[in-house]
Nanobody, 124 residues
């Protein structure tokens, strides 16, 4: 059974940093891509960043590029999202999702596996 567990969320002031972790189990990590998504109250879920555990290729959404960085530690089956220069509009529940290909994750990982999410709140 694929399991994803997010951690690292919390409350931070604008301009601050957080690092989210997504610990994965139950599948061959190297064969999958992992993505971070977020959903703010009253808004649609949006993709934030994703990484291929196979070749390390990454994608970041335009509104986080240069502030957020996704990375992967294949030895630990964990994907990270380093978030710097946080803004109040980054406030959301952040989820990680896994699917068998970067293109599938970028498309929304609709057939993939999801974690329960971690709350990130950025105060102004």
């Amino acid at each position: 059974e694929i399991q994803l567990k997010e951690s690292g969320g919390g409350l931070v002031q604008a301009g601050g940093s957080l690092r989210l972790s997504c610990a994965a189990s139950g599948f061959t990590f190297d064969d999958y891509a992992i993505g971070w998504f977020r959903q703010a109250p009253g808004k649609e879920r949006e993709g934030v960043a994703c990484i291929s555990s196979t070749d390390g290729s990454t994608w970041h959404a335009d509104n986080v590029a240069g502030r957020f960085t996704i990375s992967s530690d294949n030895a630990k089956n964990t994907v990270y999202l380093q978030m710097n220069s946080l803004k109040p509009e980054d406030t959301a529940i952040y989820y990680c999702a896994a699917d068998q290909g970067l293109h599938l994750v970028r498309a929304g990982a609709t057939s993939g596996s999801w974690g329960q999410g971690t709350q990130v709140t950025v105060s102004s």
